[in-house]
């Protein structure tokens, strides 16, 4: 009789990486490949943050890489998809899960707020910064 597997623990449908890292499995080598992939991004398009996939295991959830450009004729700032990612290989996932919007927490962090993220969980004991992880 097959078993099926449970998460450990549900992700809230609101969380950041910031918010799970004590879930992760391995905390810094997933947000450091994050973090790849958030440069990359930035380096094509200008700017990146990340969305945290919020229905799959909390060791190693998926994630959305985004980019926001302003519109030259509104000025509204527009959010576009780059791509979304495997948490457990960091592949490439299909377009197809991208458009499920419930996949996805509302909540992003920039690509900032990520490289502050890995800076504390390779040296937790230092000092915190005069700068905050919020926008």
């Known amino acids: 009789m ?9 992700i809230a449908a609101d969380s950041t990486i910031a918010d799970v890292v004590g879930e992760l499995d391995k905390p810094v080598e997933y947000v450091r490949r994050v973090l790849e992939k958030l440069e990359r991004c930035r380096r094509a398009h200008g700017d990146a943050q990340v969305r945290l996939g919020v229905r799959g295991r909390s060791e190693c959830p998926n994630y959305l890489i985004e980019y926001v450009r302003e519109n030259a ?3 509204e700032r527009v959010t576009h ?55």
Not at 2 to 10: E, G, I, L, N, S
């Open 2 to 10: 097959a078993t099926k597997r449970v998460p450990q623990k549900a």
């Open 73 to 75: 004729k509104t000025l």
């Open 81 to 135: 998809q780059d791509a979304a990612y495997s948490g457990s290989t960091h592949r490439e996932l299909a377009p197809r899960h991208i458009e499920e919007a419930r996949n996805w927490s509302p909540e992003e962090m920039n690509i900032t707020a990520v490289s502050a993220l890995i800076g504390r969980l390779r040296n937790p004991n230092a000092p915190s910064s005069r700068f905050s992880d919020e926008d």
